[in-house]
């Protein structure tokens, strides 16, 4: 019988520590009480943002490739993609930040307006022809409000006019939008389309794409008016065309409503990012053989209740039934997070800071803060378990 293992499963700390230095730190702690008397099983996580890429391809023992595609101004651009490894070398993994994102562009350079998720597509492409079937893409921090109409036009979609010719890039341009040929479309039907999406947000109205990202993306209030409005009639014309209905399901206005053109044009299918990472992971399996569950993230606030990988581990954990304990750790605590963390099924929330110290000395001391924090919450953790395996305990505790 396999020996029961701890399972170090941490998001990022964001700022600080990446999810696999983190659970690292966490390994460290645990081998300062335990020795390697205990297995462990590292599974570093992310939420389908920044980093869910690396993540995914280093968990798996998987491969980072490059291309050369566009960015949100149809510039060149050298863009990463991931393809896992082991069993699960049909799955590629594309952050649409890498080559639509808001980081590409100086501030000056943003134009909500003309920007295109073209070179998500290209990615896409890529992928695809590398042989990946599933393509599991997070979309966010993205420069675009396109609609994800120029990722649809790289994968061989043709936008027209009333006059049948081709819409220039962008999503005000969308205004024009009359008919959609997709006699060319590239992208196979036995490809699966998995969207990392951690918003809900629709895509017209009020809490729309264009009103509360568009901003962010050097968006006016004249120019949120014209891509909203513009977005509007793309759903109209999406439904008519295509057979979809998009504008009112949550997550389609996520990444300046590229959730709607995935919905639309690749049958997508929409999730939190934590819980596909998870899924990826085969996080409930590595769960179900073990005696405890270390967590934890940079923040543990009010985003954290919103579906952020902490939250969905206790969620998971608890719903197996097993009574495995879950600890969380974070760089800070929110008291009502606490409170709200400890009634979705986390037993110990504990900071990692151990005395009163600025933001930047605190994040420049994360590993070390981290290592020592395990250490403290499994010692605790061992005083009140009974039937934990066999070992010797380094130190004056003893389970023995």
């Known amino acids: 019988m396999t020996q029961p293992a701890i399972l170090v499963c941490p998001n990022a700390f964001k700022g600080s520590l990446t999810a696999s230095e983190a659970s690292h730190a966490m390994a460290e702690g645990i081998k300062e009480v335990l020795g390697d008397a205990v297995p462990l099983v590292l599974l570093p996580l992310a939420d389908g943002g920044d980093g869910t890429l690396e993540t995914l ?25 991931g393809r896992l490894g082991g069993e699960k070398k049909e799955f590629a993994v594309i952050e649409m930040a890498k080559t639509s994102g808001l980081c590409l562009l100086k501030p000056e350079e943003r134009d909500p307006l003309h920007a295109t998720t073209y070179g998500t597509g290209e990615l896409m492409l890529e992928a695809v022809r590398a042989g990946c079937k599933k393509l599991l893409i997070g979309i966010g921090g993205s420069a675009t409000n396109d ?34 040929d997709i006699s060319h479309w590239n992208l196979p039907p036995d490809v699966e389309v998995i969207v990392a999406c951690d918003v809900d947000n629709p ?48 997550g389609a206005g996520a990444a300046g409503g590229l959730g709607a053109g995935l ?35 940079g923040k543990l606030d009010e985003q954290t209740l919103h579906g952020k990988a902490v939250l969905r581990v206790a969620r998971r954990a608890a719903r197996l039934g097993l009574g495995i304990p879950v ?12 409170e709200a963390l400890f009634a979705e099924g986390v037993h110990a929330v504990l900071p990692i800071v151990e005395r009163v110290c600025t933001l930047e000395e605190a994040m420049s001391q994360a590993y070390p803060l981290l290592k020592r924090a395990t250490r403290r919450a499994l010692r605790w953790v061992l005083i009140g378990q009974k039937g934990l395996p066999t070992c010797q305990v380094r130190g004056p505790l003893s389970t023995n």
Not at 327 to 338: C, F, I, K, N, T
């Open 57 to 81: 391809v280093e968990a798996t023992g998987g491969t980072i490739y490059r291309a050369w595609v566009h960015d949100p101004l149809y510039r060149p651009v050298e863009a990463s993609w």
């Open 203 to 250: 895509l017209c109205g009020e809490q729309g794409a264009s009103a509360v990202y568009g901003p962010q993306k050097g968006a006016t209030a004249e120019m949120v008016a014209v891509l909203d409005a513009a977005l509007a009639h793309y759903a109209t014309i999406l439904q008519s065309e295509l057979g979809i209905a998009v504008a009112d399901v949550p």
């Open 263 to 297: 919905l639309a044009f690749c049958r997508a299918k929409l999730v939190a990012g934590a819980d596909m990472v998870l899924d990826v992971l085969d996080f409930e399996a590595h769960c179900r053989n073990s005696w405890m569950v270390l967590t934890g993230e």
């Open 327 to 338: 600890v969380a750790l974070g760089g800070a605590v929110d008291a009502e997070a606490e």
């Open 147 to 180: 609609g994800g109409a120029g990722m649809a036009q790289a994968l061989g979609a043709r936008l027209l006019d009333e006059e049948g010719k081709e819409l220039p890039f962008g999503g005000a341009a969308l205004r024009r939008l009359r008919t959609i």
